[in-house]
């Protein structure tokens, strides 16, 4: 049996070509024993976009007109590492939120608005940059450890339906959210 380190993790073709079972196991793998850095990040970027383009989403391809739909993929209970593939539809957006210490945004297809905003006190945030994300695409954030205020934005589906794959260092849910201060 091949060993698991995280060359091989990088360098194979496929995981699961029927599915997603294995990509959590598999990032689990990259991100064990390892500090949040941008490393750590680069690395994680490129696997989610290596597995998304040999395994397009359309197992999620279950829309709401009211709100995106979170399919969790994975959660490690022992570290708080969680991925989470979420379908969007035209006009769905999240509310003015941030994440834990790594938040990272990996776009599987579709066409998405991207507002990043700074804190302005009292739950307040100024937006201060909009980016238009055409699929496929990826980045990340980090932010500090233990506080859940890193990366604050909001995210709308611009196109007509996507997907999109989230990584957090700890339970996204946990993410501070603001109100937009003009």
Known sequence: ????????????????????????TALMEIVRGR?????????????????????????????????????????????????IMMSWREGNTTSIHAHPQFAGYHFADGRFRVEIFEPAGNDNARRIRDLTVTAPCAFHAIGK???????????????????????????AKKGKVYTEMA
């Not at 049996?1 to 959590?24: C, R």
């Not at 490129?46 to 959660?75: M, Q, W």
């Not at 450890?145 to 989230?166: E, K, M, V």
């Open 145 to 171: 450890a233990g506080a859940f205020d890193n990366h604050i934005h909001r995210i709308t589906c611009l196109g007509p339906t996507g997907h999109s794959l989230h990584v957090y260092s700890d339970d």
């Open 35 to 83: 500090v949040i850095d941008d490393a750590l990040g680069d690395d994680i970027e490129r696997y989610i976009l290596r597995y998304l383009a040999e395994n397009p989403p359309h197992a999620f391809d279950t829309f709401s007109d009211k709100s995106y739909l979170r399919n969790y993929i994975g959660r490690d209970t022992a570290t708080g590492w969680e991925a």
């Open 1 to 24: 049996m091949k060993e698991t380190t995280l060359e091989n993790v990088l360098q194979e073709p496929s995981l699961d070509a029927q599915g997603y079972d294995g990509i959590f």
